[in-house]
């Protein structure tokens, strides 16, 4: 028995002693600029100063690199070895102070200047063959072009390797061995190296796409482009930058090192850092067939010359980060599977210059080829294409913020994807998208006013997915399209200000199989549509309707006319469709009491409804939103109704992730408006100690409550004088609310102390 206890006991302690025995060989290795690469790097005393030192290293699972807090590092990190589950190997920082910076920056300090404003680095910078970013007075400056502004046309093509313009003479320049950046269509703007120039004929390899004559282009990557302030040529024979200036140049950088991190290995994490200068890319993995389990999180990468993170493989993480002016994609993922995320992340500025990335490119993520990625809670801002295109299975999109999109390509949206026969479906849920350019049709045939933009865009054929609890306002042509898709749960989305809030554009049988039901279609001004229901197929038998069960919606346009003709006239679906062989369209109320009406001709749509009330002014109608987690409470200046119906009056809340359209309740009982302020005066505004509030004609007490924007009261009082004081000595600087309430009545007032 003795023997049994002993042989146990001895058994726990060795499962004991393995379970710890890869902490006890694991090391962590310091980085300082202050340090040397000749002391060991074990302790913060004895830190390395080099990124190459660490090179050297053969890591093991658990061993840490640690870069000083405050320190810039020139260089890059590439781990080829493997962590496992238990004991990854991490990067990150220690110390105090801002984020450790790893930079592949060069700033030219020694310029000779050429002929003509031209300065010339005077010394070689860079060893590679090419550059992708360039800092000036901190500005990302892209390099020199002819023309400098819009762009140049070919009116015809051979296959996808030749063009003929008018605007370029072999004769005058020719300009074989520089770049033409070239739009292909609508989505695409192509980079090649030209291989011949004869008269008006360009040639080069094969683009990616077929070409559409009248679409432009124009020409980069000689010297010959260097003709206005900062722009710049970089020669790799020579490894020098020119640069076109009135003036020495005093403040230029160069990036000089492809990639700053490589995570070649599994099971490494990356964190609290900060990158900046990639050639190429921050973050990049393709160059690992095998690598899986990566984490990127807290770091801030910014002025990456092509993406900021780029990863494929299984079980990503990419959380937290702020991803800033990547000349090509914010955020690259690729392959992942089940348990990869890309959250919380901030990023702005993705691909807004052509001529660096080729293809569908410029996009804030960019992920393809999935099988249960998640997408969640990350901010975009200003994406030159889409702000977040996908193409998976099993993926979701949710809760983020887009803003800004299709600057330099248009065909796209806020949020984009492109997939088919899934096995389990594609969700995209709560996200907010808005604002999109109206200059992204430059350089093709487009010669009307708008973009080709879209919220939200399924594009052809896609099948499988729920689009619900979405928010797209100021979408430029569409809130959200879908083309000739099938099997679409679309449910509680809200669409508002755009040329058309919602369209189908049915090309084939694959359009079956949706509902569409709870949403919200509003258009804020008389032009535009709420819904279009667009078909080239023969409807005579088969008419678009029957894409779809339709039901329980709201449409509304409240401005229209509603004086002259009944409120609900002109609130309803366009349909567009071929009947017997003649094309048809036909715009038809939702309300069966009209002639032609949608509920009548498509017997959907029974228990949908429309405006609450009219507006006579476009000022009375806004929508609000949560683009955040937490619930959002709004000051309202006035009583107001919601596109559904509700009221409300001084204060109301939205959830995380959620907007509403609200009108000014012309209807309100007992409730101050704007045409009361005349006898309601509160002065000096701004105000740094008392308060004045003038109340004409008052024959009862008010309440005059001061908020914060929080929602919070911080002064309370009662003021039974035409005119009266409040001491504001109290309060911080900043913005409040005054809320004068009497009875049901009430009005609220922004004031400013200081």
Request: hydrophobic share 30%; charged share 20%.
């Amino acid at each position: 028995m003795k023997l049994f206890n002993y042989s146990v006991i001895k058994g726990v302690l060795l499962i004991i002693a393995l379970s710890f025995s890869t902490y006890a060989f694991s090391t962590v290795y310091y980085i300082s600029n202050t340090g040397n690469d000749a002391n060991s790097g074990l302790t913060k005393q004895e830190a390395w100063q080099t990124l190459d030192k660490v090179n050297e290293l053969s890591l093991q699972p658990g061993d840490k690199i640690l870069l000083k807090r405050g320190d810039t590092f020139y260089g890059s990190i590439i781990i080829n070895q493997e962590g496992n589950q238990e004991n990854p190997i991490v990067v990150g920082a220690y110390g105090d102070g801002d984020k450790p910076l790893i930079t592949g920056f060069k700033k030219i300090e020694s310029w000779t200047s050429l002929d003509g404003n031209l300065w010339e680095s005077t010394d070689s910078i860079s060893s590679l063959s090419s550059c992708n970013m360039v800092l000036i007075d901190g500005e990302n400056t892209p390099m020199g072009r002819i023309p400098n502004t819009d762009y140049l046309t070919y009116y015809a093509h051979s296959e996808k390797n030749q063009i003929s313009t008018y605007s370029l003479s072999s004769s005058v320049n020719n300009w074989t061995g520089a770049d033409i950046v070239i739009r292909t269509n609508h989505y695409v703007w192509d980079r090649r190296v030209i291989t011949s120039h004869v008269g008006g004929t360009l040639g080069f390899e094969n683009l990616m796409y077929q070409l559409n004559d009248g679409f432009g282009f124009f020409i980069q990557n000689d010297i010959r482009t260097v003709n206005v302030q900062n722009e710049w040529y970089y020669n790799p024979e020579t490894g020098k930058i020119t640069v076109f200036s009135a003036s020495e140049p005093s403040d230029l950088k160069m990036t000089t090192i492809d990639y700053l991190i490589v995570p070649n290995g599994s099971y490494i994490v990356i964190e609290d850092l900060a990158l900046s200068g990639a050639n190429d890319c921050g973050i990049y993995n393709y160059l690992s067939n095998t690598a899986h389990h990566i984490t990127v999180k807290n770091c801030d990468i910014n002025y990456s010359g092509k993406n900021g993170i780029s990863l494929r493989k299984y079980f990503l993480i990419i959380e937290n980060n702020k991803v800033y002016n990547s000349n090509v994609n914010g955020i690259v993922v690729k392959n992942c599977k089940y348990g990869s995320f890309v959250r919380g992340n901030d990023i702005q500025n993705s691909g807004l210059f052509p001529g660096i990335g080729d293809g569908a490119e410029f996009c804030g993520i960019r992920a393809g080829n999935h099988n249960g990625l998640t997408v969640e809670n990350n901010t975009i801002i200003n994406s030159g294409y889409c702000g977040i295109t996908f193409r998976g299975d099993s993926m979701t999109v949710k809760n983020n913020y887009i803003e800004g999109f299709c600057f330099i390509t248009d065909d796209g949206g806020g949020i984009y994807t492109h997939s088919k026969n899934l096995k389990y479906g594609n969700k995209i849920i709560g996200n907010i998208v808005t604002g999109t350019s109206n200059n992204a049709n430059k350089g093709t045939n487009n010669t009307l006013e708008y973009s080709w933009t879209n919220g939200i865009y399924l594009d052809q054929s896609s099948t499988d997915y729920e689009v619900a609890y979405n928010t797209a306002f100021e979408c430029g042509e569409k809130g959200v399209f879908w083309g000739n898709s099938g099997r679409i749960n679309f449910h509680h989305n809200t669409l508002y200000n755009s040329s058309v809030q919602f369209q189908i554009s049915r090309g084939g049988e694959e359009c079956k199989d949706n509902t569409i039901k709870h949403n919200i279609f509003c258009a804020k001004t008389t032009d535009q549509k709420m819904v279009k229901y667009h078909s080239p197929m023969e409807a005579a038998g088969n008419p678009i309707y029957n894409a779809a069960e339709i039901d329980s919606n709201i449409y509304a346009r409240p401005i229209d006319d509603y004086a002259a003709r009944p409120l609900g006239y002109n609130e309803g679906i366009l349909t567009s469709q071929r009947i017997n062989g003649n094309p048809e369209n036909i715009f038809r109320p939702l309300s069966a009491s009209y002639a032609y009406s949608w509920q009548s001709y498509s017997n959907k749509d029974q228990n949908s409804k429309m405006s609450p009330q009219g507006i006579d002014n476009l000022s009375d109608i806004s929508i609000l939103i949560n683009p955040s987690d937490s619930v959002l409470t709004v000051n309202l200046e006035y009583p107001v109704i919601d596109i559904e119906g509700e009221k409300f009056s001084g204060t109301l809340q939205l959830d995380p992730y959620t907007s509403k359209i609200i009108l000014k309740d012309y209807n309100a009982t007992g409730v101050l408006n704007l045409n009361d302020l005349k006898d309601v005066k509160i002065f000096p505004n701004p105000c740094s100690g008392k308060l004045s509030i003038q109340l004409s004609n008052l024959k009862e007490s008010v309440s005059v409550d001061i908020y914060d924007l929080t929602g919070k009261k911080i002064i309370s009082q009662l003021i039974n004088n035409q005119l009266d004081e409040m001491n504001l000595d109290g309060l911080d600087n900043g913005v409040y609310i005054v809320r004068i309430n009497q009875g049901e009545k009430i009005l609220s007032l922004k004031l400013i102390k200081t």
